[in-house]
C-alpha cells in the first residue's frame, strides 16, 4: 500500500485534564475518547516494551505513556503525516517513542525482529462494502479499514512475546469477527463491552488476548460510560469511572464498576 500524506494544518488539543498536549490535523481523522479508553485499559507494567498499530498523532501510544512511567513506547502509522505529528507529539510532553512509518501488512525487517510485552490498537471501525467512504483523505483511512481486521490481530500476535498481551477496541458488532481471528493467534480473551447509558446496548468493546493464554474466555458486565439513561442538558456527564480516566489519567481495568446512575 502506498504511504499517504494528509494537510498539516494542526490544532493543539489537550488529553487526560490537559496533562497531554496533542497537535492533530485541522481537517482528517481526529482522536476522541476511544484511544483514551483504549490506553487506559491497558494494564502495562514499568519497564514493558509497547507496540502500537496505527498511532495516529500518538493519542493512545502517549495516554498510556502519560500513565505508566518506564515504558519503551513504539508506534505504527500508515500515513507520513501523521506519524511525524506522532514523534512531535512524544516531544513535546516529555516522552520518548520511537514511531515507525509503515503499512502493517509489510513491517520493515527491523521491527519484525522484535517483540513485546503489550499490543495495543484501535483498528478502523468500519467496512467499506457496508458504509460511504469519507471525502478527507486522513479521516477515511483512520475509520474505514483498508487492511482487514483479522490481519490487525494477526500482526499483533505476532508482534508478542509469549504470556504478552494485546488490547483492541472495536465496534460491537465486528466482535464475533475478532473472536474468529484470536483462534490459533490469542488465548484467555477478555471482553469488556462499554455501553453509552444504563438500559443501552454496547456499541465499542475492548478485547484482550494473551499470546499462549489459557485461561477461560471471560466477558465482563457492561462499563456505562455516561450518567442517566438519557441525555438531558449541555454538560460533562461522563460516569465517574470514565471521568477519572478522561481527567485525571486514571487506569479503567477490565471489569470496573458498571454504575452509570
Not at 134 to 151: N, W
Request: aromatic share 6%.
Amino acid at each position: 500500500m502506498t504511504m499517504t500524506s494528509v494537510s498539516t494544518e494542526t490544532t493543539d488539543n489537550g488529553f487526560l485534564g490537559g496533562r497531554l498536549q496533542l497537535l492533530q490535523p485541522r481537517r482528517g481523522y481526529r482522536a476522541g475518547v476511544d484511544p483514551v479508553l483504549l490506553a487506559a485499559s491497558v494494564a502495562a507494567q514499568p519497564g514493558e516494551a509497547v507496540l502500537e498499530l496505527g498511532c495516529g498523532v500518538g493519542t493512545a501510544l502517549l495516554c498510556l505513556g502519560s500513565r505508566v512511567p518506564g515504558l519503551a513506547l513504539t508506534g505504527v502509522e500508515l500515513q507520513r503525516d501523521y506519524a511525524d505529528l506522532a514523534r512531535e507529539n512524544a516531544a513535546r510532553n516529555g516522552l520518548t517513542a520511537e514511531v515507525y512509518t509503515a503499512d502493517l501488512a509489510a513491517l520493515p525487517a527491523e521491527l519484525k525482529a522484535r517483540s513485546f510485552d503489550q499490543v495495543l490498537a484501535n483498528p478502523p471501525y468500519f467496512l467499506r462494502d457496508a458504509s460511504h467512504a469519507s471525502a478527507e483523505p486522513g479521516r477515511e483511512t483512520g475509520r474505514g479499514e483498508g487492511l482487514a481486521l483479522a490481519e490487525w490481530i494477526a500482526v499483533a500476535a505476532r508482534r508478542l512475546r509469549p504470556g504478552g498481551f494485546a488490547t483492541f477496541i472495536q465496534r460491537a458488532e465486528r466482535l464475533p469477527e475478532m473472536l474468529t481471528a484470536c483462534e490459533g493467534r490469542l488465548g484467555a480473551l477478555e471482553v469488556q463491552p462499554l455501553a453509552p447509558r444504563m438500559g443501552r446496548a454496547a456499541r465499542l468493546v475492548l478485547l484482550r488476548g494473551r499470546k499462549a493464554g489459557r485461561a477461560d474466555f471471560r466477558l465482563h458486565a457492561p462499563l456505562v460510560l455516561h450518567r442517566g439513561r438519557a441525555y438531558l442538558s449541555d454538560g460533562d456527564d461522563y460516569a465517574p469511572a470514565i471521568s477519572a480516566v478522561l481527567r485525571d489519567g486514571a487506569a479503567l481495568p477490565f471489569g470496573s464498576a458498571v454504575d452509570g446512575a
